[in-house]
């Protein structure tokens, strides 16, 4: 399948390199969002068409998935925007790539799931986090066995208005556990607490990594018969987890109201520590194998372009025919192996360290 490539949201933080992308693979675009003015400057940038479209307005959001092969959604936040964008890009007959979009998503999508599902693919967690961080740790899962994998994500980045509202919503078992680990099969609740003021390897200066076993993370050790799985989302200081515990204590206000604080922590994290962002995956081996512990190291300026260039990649991966029809997640449904040939060359990545490389085996 090849053709038309919907980019909606194509004009902010995640989108515009989506957008960059995608037209570097000299894919045709249409660039979608709110305001024509936005849209139509990125659009021009790449010689793409532009169009007015509101995702909550069924006939715009119609009108915009037409004619495409394939619909980008590089709008949020996702929790709000669910399955929407995917039932009207499969109602079209196109494929349908989502930035962000996790458990959440796909069960909504479950719920009588559009025909079309049978000829076209739907691929949600294509950025980073989900996305990337569930894909790279698959390289450690070769079939070498691993007794414990470590996963670390996080840094100090600015984080968007909508992003800001994902985070907040990001909360209950379908999303993950806090201070939770998967041992032995099973999530194994409270039994992690977060690491104050560490070094940690590719991460820059002393940082804060607090347990949290994602959705993804859960779905990679059940899938990948891992033994124990503990995974931490990292941060540059204490404004995040602080902004994000005031937020949570505050069962009043709707979560929208908190979104201001959590992107003036992250901005003044950004102040104070400048922009960086780190996956860190460490496996060790069983206990008696003798065999060497490995990892996998991906370092970022900024997550938000790196996440545009996974959802581009994941775009055109579907619309060059190479993702089976179905729901599926990026992290399952790319090579890790291509991928990473991809990104070990782009300017979007400071540093890649794979498990093959010597300085990754520790
Ligand atoms: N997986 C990951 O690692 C990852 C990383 C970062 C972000 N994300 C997710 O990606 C999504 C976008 O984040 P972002 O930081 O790029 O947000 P952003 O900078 O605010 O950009 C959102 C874009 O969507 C458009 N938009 C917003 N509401 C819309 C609506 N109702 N209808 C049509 N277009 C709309 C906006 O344009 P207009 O204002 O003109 O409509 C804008 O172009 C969020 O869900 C975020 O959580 C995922």
Redesign the pocket.
């Known amino acids: 399948m090849t053709g038309l490539i919907g980019v909606?949201?194509?004009?902010?933080?995640?989108?515009?390199t989506a957008v960059e992308r995608l037209a570097s693979f000299g894919l045709p675009l249409r660039i979608?969002?709110?305001?024509?003015?936005?849209?139509d400057e990125?659009a021009r940038a790449v010689g793409a068409d532009a169009t007015?479209?509101?995702?909550?307005?069924d006939d715009?959001?119609t009108r915009?998935c037409s004619g495409c092969a394939v619909v980008v959604?590089?709008?949020?936040?996702?929790?709000?925007?669910l399955d929407r964008v995917a039932r009207a890009a499969l109602a079209a007959d196109a494929g349908y790539v989502?930035?962000?979009?996790d458990l959440v998503a796909v069960e909504a999508l479950g719920h009588a799931p559009p025909s079309s599902l049978a000829r076209r693919a739907a691929v949600f967690?294509?950025?980073?986090?989900?996305?990337?961080?569930g894909l790279l740790p698959r390289l450690l899962l070769d079939g070498t066995p691993v007794g414990r994998l470590d996963v670390y994500v996080g840094g100090s980045v600015e984080?968007?208005?909508?992003?800001?509202?994902?985070?907040l919503l990001t909360r209950g078992p379908k999303f993950g556990h806090a201070l939770a680990m998967w041992q032995a099969g099973r999530v194994v609740e409270h039994s992690l607490a977060p690491l104050r003021s560490v070094s940690l390897p590719g991460f820059r200066g002393r940082v804060h990594a607090v347990p949290f076993l994602s959705t993804e993370m859960r779905m990679l050790a059940a899938g990948g018969g891992i033994g124990e799985l503990r995974n931490y989302t990292v941060y540059a200081t204490e404004n995040l987890p602080a902004a994000f515990a005031t937020a949570w204590a505050d069962d009043e206000q709707p979560p929208e109201a908190h979104a201001g604080a959590i992107v003036a922590a992250a901005a003044r994290d950004v102040e104070e520590h400048g922009r960086h962002y780190t996956v860190l995956a460490y496996a060790r081996p069983p206990a008696g194998s003798g065999l060497p512990a490995r990892r996998v190291l991906l370092r970022t300026p900024d997550?938000?372009p790196?996440?545009?260039l996974?959802?581009a990649i994941t775009a055109r991966e579907l619309a060059a025919g190479a993702v089976p029809p179905g729901v599926h997640y990026a992290s399952e449904a790319l090579d890790p192996r291509r991928v990473t040939a991809e990104l070990a060359g782009d300017p979007l990545v400071s540093e890649l360290a794979l498990p093959e490389d010597a300085a990754a085996t520790r």
């Open positions: 909606l949201g194509g004009a902010g933080a995640v989108g515009r979608g969002g709110r305001s024509l003015v936005r849209a990125v007015a479209v509101d995702l909550f307005d715009s959001l915009f959604n590089c709008a949020g936040p996702s929790y709000q925007v989502d930035a962000a979009g967690s294509a950025g980073l986090m989900p996305g990337l961080s984080i968007s208005e909508a992003s800001a509202v994902d985070a997550s938000y790196l996440s545009g996974v959802a």
